[in-house]
């Protein structure tokens, strides 16, 4: 079974930086599509960022100024988010980008932007 242990949430304030990285054991992140996927309290998980074959792609709430990205030496998908605002604050969580391939989620890690 595929595992996801995300990592690199924290507080910070509005304008600032932070880079999530997501350790998968069980596949192999140079396979696949990947992606990022967020939920804010009282809201649904929303796909953010993905990245497959060539190609990466962002919801228009983080466009610009989120960047995903996969590291196969350590086997690990990264999201670098920077000019944080408050409605990024949600708990961030990996996953495979193809519905029908997700059988688990990890715990996911907390980003609050609050001033």
């Known amino acids: 079974q595929v595992q996801f242990v995300e990592s690199g949430g924290g507080s910070v304030q509005p304008g600032e930086s932070l880079r999530l990285s997501c350790a998968v054991s069980?596949?192999?992140?140079?396979?696949?599509?990947w992606a990022w996927f967020r939920q804010a309290p009282g809201k649904t998980r929303e796909l953010i960022a993905g990245?497959?074959?060539?190609?990466?792609k962002y919801a228009d709430s983080v466009k610009g100024r989120f960047t995903i990205s996969r590291d196969n030496a350590k086997n690990t998908i990264d999201l670098q988010m920077n000019s944080l605002k408050p409605e990024d604050t949600a708990v961030y969580y990996c996953?495979?980008?193809?519905?029908?391939?997700?059988?688990?989620w990890g715990q996911g890690t907390q980003v609050t932007v609050s001033s």
């Open positions: 996953n495979f980008r193809i519905t029908a391939e997700r059988t688990s």
């Open positions: 069980g596949s192999n992140t140079s396979f696949y599509a």
């Open positions: 990245i497959g074959g060539g190609y990466t």
